[in-house]
């Protein structure tokens, strides 16, 4: 066996082991011991990309390719040179991996966010939708592609995407609150509500909250009641008092836009409207966990979702 391959073993089995140190200084030694030794040149540059050095990773993936040419190689110098912002010559290199290899599934991720990061929608498209079509589960494809499109305000194409995934992977809580988010932006909130209303029956976060308060109130009655002491009536002022404002902005306002005659009419309160929908919804947040202190999960959760929706709908206001 020769040195440098010698040297290699003992690399890959300190790699193997999880001492890394020593895997570099065996993989430089297999790599000065034969110049030509491609894969010593090929780990070294493997090390160094896990350790988030790119510009030393790429170095060695250079010197690779001088060695040998393949899509794997091409790959790596692609995505080292994303990493270091280098676009052009990143692309350069996918595209060639993807000329030896049209399937490699990871080189057109790769080019698909590299062409999102540039606001180059139209070829971001292109390449979201050849990985989905060489691997539909691809969860960083779906998720890329759906948010792209959501960025563009495209929102019913984007929940396609969502539901093809979600269809396959259906446990996603990620895609599953993504999905309830595109619904809500489609103005289709009863099946949104359902989708948040199912996401925290199964929260682990949520169900261990709720069950935790319920366990408080059991063991501590006493004292649960001294602290939380009318709550229904707390509840049923807040409610009554936000129903009111809601009511009375519907008056001033027309299709989402203040009325023109209540402000050129001075009526009382009109140029007060921004600052009733941050206290809206504030109440509405206040009002969720006062239900949910109150044991009623359900009414928490309709709260908190029309605190949600609200914020949607002002964060999009001009």
Do not use: W
């Not at 004292?223 to 008092?241: H, K, L, N, P, W």
């Amino acid at each position: 066996m020769s040195a440098a391959k010698e040297k290699y073993n003992q690399g890959l089995q300190a790699e193997k082991e999880g001492r890394f140190q020593d895997a570099l200084r065996n993989y430089r030694a297999a790599a000065r011991a034969d110049a030509s030794f491609r894969p010593a040149f090929i780990n070294l540059g493997a090390l160094y990309s896990r350790a988030k050095r790119p510009d030393l990773a790429l170095g060695f993936f250079r010197r690779a390719l001088e060695l040998g040419s393949d899509d794997a190689i091409y790959f790596n110098l692609g995505s080292e040179c994303y990493k270091l912002q280098n676009y052009d010559e990143s692309e350069k290199f996918l595209k060639q991996a993807l000329k030896l290899n049209v399937r490699l599934l990871k080189a057109h991720i790769l080019l698909a966010y590299l062409y999102k990061n540039q606001n180059r929608l139209d070829k971001a498209e292109i390449y979201f939708k050849n990985a989905l079509k060489i691997e539909p589960a691809n969860r960083m494809a779906a998720l890329g592609y759906s948010v792209t499109l959501s960025e563009a305000h495209r929102y019913a194409e984007a929940l396609k995407i969502v539901e093809a995934f979600l269809r396959q992977q259906r446990a996603d809580e990620f895609m599953n609150n993504l999905r309830a988010g595109l619904l809500l932006k489609l103005n289709r909130t009863e099946e949104s509500y359902n989708v948040y209303r199912k996401l925290a029956g199964e929260s682990k976060e949520f169900v261990s909250f709720t069950d935790h308060l319920k366990a408080a109130r059991t063991e501590a009655d006493a004292e649960y009641e001294r602290m939380f002491s009318g709550i229904d009536d707390r509840i049923q002022e807040r409610t009554a008092r936000l129903r009111e404002k809601i009511a009375r902005r519907k008056q001033l306002m027309k299709n989402g836009v203040m009325d023109s005659s209540a402000r050129k009419n001075g009526i009382e309160g009109a140029m007060d409207l921004e600052e009733d929908l941050r206290e809206d919804l504030k109440d509405m947040v206040d009002l969720s966990f006062l239900h949910l202190f109150n044991g009623d999960t359900e009414k928490a959760l309709k709260f908190l979702f029309q605190a949600r929706k609200m914020k949607s709908e002002g964060d999009e206001s001009p």
